[in-house]
């Protein structure tokens, strides 16, 4: 037996989201198939994120156990070959049987990308979510900080989930303006670069240990909220403190929604998540 | 009686070329039936450049005489408001009487993409044209200065068109690579920018007075020949002097070319053709 991970990259699009659901073309079943196909039995996929529909990955962490000897090099060309073009394999891992995707993530980057422009240019029309007017970044970034930090996230969490916890830990929210090229980074964007001083985009950047259900685009929708004049930078911490969703704002569009990485502390991938600057 | 000039952008994939056809999809159609929508009156649209079925434009022009006498103000939220979301308006302006969009066009700037990465990202797949190798860029490069300047360009014309005369004068052909970010820039590219230093994305950037059919794809798949390879540089002038378009390398995909910039002699739009650095 061998424990394979996948790291993976998909276009939300045309998926009901990551895990698999009766009648629906989610990525789990799309790459589950693949794997089944490759390998001549079915495999169970695992996710370090599961995905909503719509919302797109540009570092999606998968792993799955198997009888099969393939070296991870073939696996990566016989998947790429396999699967269809909104979905690739990035990355192809053996790891310790031990690990799993969902269970051992330590730190998840998630990328929020509104558009500000006056025209929503074709291009862009499945990757950003569009913003009816320009936003206003600086008391986004106010309103930001009142969630870095460890709170009970109840407010940002869609009604209807079951949970432990809504406690989780965010290290990083970052809000910044920037001109286009940056959608598909798959590593936190540093805000301070110089080209990022303009433009129509606008990004955020949450790095938690872990997420509530629609809890980035709860924030999203609230901080847009924030962007576009109609509640003050302070609002935020009253909505945090009320422990109630219906205080945020809306769930903002899938498609702004990008899961970027997701961090390990046994398997090094780049620095381990403490280390990270914050 | 007005004259209105349009700038347009578009995503190709689903349009079957600008030019209207029996049964199939085109940008001019569809833009012109939005017009006959809003103006009461049936027009015909005149374009800078009549692109290709899956060919995308960023920055076309054209124009249309009505008696309509709606501002352009009104227009550009009214055609944005009824057209697809696969072309958007970029801007409408009243033009003189005499201007014709496709006889007036004096400079005509393409784009052509490559991506050279080991992976085609999902969200790059309708923009770019997969290599299918690492291009070298320097003897492309090499290869391009072959066919700057004025030449008959009949190695490059896809058989089955018919034009007066196959001469026409190249006054830049850049190739570089690139990161990406860069697809959608509205302006030429410059290859000294430090960003484009490295990255998995070949440019290639034509500015001419006037394409051949199929042109730029021919020159592009010629090029590719050269950077994978296939061919030295020096194969190109060969080419070129044969006048024999089985000569050439393939067609390259529609999905890497774009048509960035129309220059117009009379009516301003930043620097005047002549003065663009050659």
């Given at each position: 037996m ?27 079943e ?9 390998l ?9 994120g599961?995905?909503?529909?719509g919302?797109h ?14 070296s ?9 070959a396999t ?27 998630y990328?929020?990308v ?8 074709p291009w862009?029309r499945?990757?950003?979510?569009q ?5 206003d ?27 432990a916890?809504?406690?989780r ?11 286009y ?25 949450v790095m ?7 809890m ?6 609230t ?11 302070s ?16 769930t ?17 991938d ?8 914050t």
């Amino acid at each position: 037996m061998r424990n394979v991970r996948l790291t993976l990259c998909y276009e939300g699009t045309d998926f009901a989201g990551w895990q698999r659901q009766p009648g629906k073309r989610t990525v789990q079943e799309v790459v589950e198939l693949a794997l089944a196909q490759l390998l001549g039995e079915r495999v169970r996929l695992l996710a370090g994120g599961r995905t909503d529909a719509g919302v797109h990955a540009l570092g999606q962490v998968a792993n799955f156990r198997t009888h099969s000897n393939r070296s991870p090099e073939i696996l990566f060309r016989a998947l790429n070959a396999t699967l269809p073009p909104d979905v690739r394999v990035l990355q192809v891992d053996e790891v310790p049987l031990a690990f799993h995707a969902t269970y051992d993530a330590r730190q998840k980057l998630y990328r929020y990308v509104f558009h500000d422009g006056s025209v929503t240019y074709p291009w862009l029309r499945r990757f950003v979510a569009q913003a009816r007017q320009r936003l206003d970044v600086e008391p986004m970034s106010e309103g930001a900080r009142w969630l870095c930090g460890t709170h009970d996230f109840s407010s940002f969490e869609t009604f209807g989930a079951q949970r432990a916890s809504s406690v989780r830990t965010i290290r990083r929210l970052a809000v910044f303006r920037s001109r286009y090229g940056l959608l598909w980074e798959r590593e936190p964007l540093d805000e301070k670069t110089e080209a990022r001083a303009d433009g129509d985009f606008v990004y955020l950047e949450v790095m938690a240990d872990g997420f509530l259900y629609n809890m980035v685009r709860a924030i999203a929708g609230t901080l847009y909220n924030v962007g576009r004049g109609f509640w003050p930078p302070s609002v935020v911490r009253e909505i945090l403190e009320a422990k109630d969703r219906r205080r945020a704002g809306p769930t903002a569009p899938a498609c702004g929604l990008y899961l970027v990485k997701v961090w390990y502390e046994d398997l090094s991938d780049g620095a381990p998540p403490l280390d990270f600057p914050t």
